[in-house]
T-cell receptor
Framework: AQSVTQLDSQVPVFEEAPVELRCNYS??????LFWYVQYPNQGLQLLLK??????LVKGINGFEAEFNKSQTSFHLRKPSVHISDTAEYFC????????????FGGGTRLMVKP | DTAVSQTPKYLVTQMGNDKSIKCEQN?????MYWYKQDSKKFLKIMFS???????INETVPNRFSPKSPDKAHLNLHINSLELGDSAVYFC?????????????FGPGTRLTVT
């Protein structure tokens, strides 16, 4: 079965500290990988995506993610977070042959404390 | 200019009523989607249309009927509303259906059924 798992439902972190949000997927076919951010009472905004090529992908707002095929992971990282990064983060996967449909993980709430 | 817009932003109604949510995109995309986000923030695809044709229908009750009058619009009509329909509904759009295309999300419609 094809699925996406975000291992942490909440991640508290102090401002200027590094953070990693974890995402694992299960699939028997090729995948395309995305991270979206949702600020309170807003829609989702794309942070970054992996389609092919270099496994380290850089996105907006200083975020980056690394695709690890052997571990079926796509973890999101930021070396130094700001208060404004407080939001819900969603890992999403598009499975080849599934018509560009996104399957989302359960989300991780990043809480940046001063 | 708003890329993907939804109306209304909030919808409060009673059980048994019929309601519609409208979505419009001005990005020139040919594929549109409806997602449901439940109270635990879990996001799940409901429908996808490509060039006004239904291509994904993810076991949604037939009380939900999407309609796409043209490529730029995808509306969602819900009959006989139930308490469990309370959620945030997001419209999204993208180029193509082959996988790997970024989806652009609207701001969401918060539906509350009492």
């Amino acid at each position: 079965a094809q699925s996406v798992t975000q291992l942490d439902s909440q991640v508290p972190v102090f401002e200027e500290a590094p953070v990693e949000l974890r995402c694992n997927y299960s699939s028997s076919v090729s995948v395309y990988l995305f991270w979206y951010v949702q600020y309170p009472n807003q829609g989702l905004q794309l942070l970054l995506k992996y389609l092919s090529g270099s496994t380290l992908v850089k996105g907006i707002n200083g975020f980056e993610a690394e695709f690890n095929k052997s571990q079926t992971s796509f973890h999101l990282r930021k070396p130094s977070v700001h208060i404004s990064d407080t939001a819900e983060y969603f890992c999403a996967v598009s499975f080849r042959g599934a018509g560009n449909m996104l399957t989302f993980g359960g989300g991780t709430r990043l809480m940046v404390k001063p | 200019d708003t890329a993907v817009s939804q109306t209304p932003k909030y919808l409060v109604t009673q059980m048994g009523n019929d309601k519609s949510i409208k979505c419009e995109q001005n990005l020139g995309h040919d594929t549109m989607y409806w997602y449901k986000q439940d109270s635990k923030k879990f996001l799940k695809i409901m429908f996808s249309y490509n060039n006004k044709e239904l291509i994904i229908n993810e076991t949604v009750p037939n009380r939900f009927s999407p309609k796409s009058p043209d490529k730029a619009h995808l509306n969602l009509h819900i009959n006989s509303l139930e308490l469990g329909d309370s959620a945030v509904y997001f419209c999204a759009s993208s180029h193509g259906t082959g996988g790997g295309y970024e989806q652009y999300f609207g701001p969401g419609t918060r539906l509350t059924v009492t």
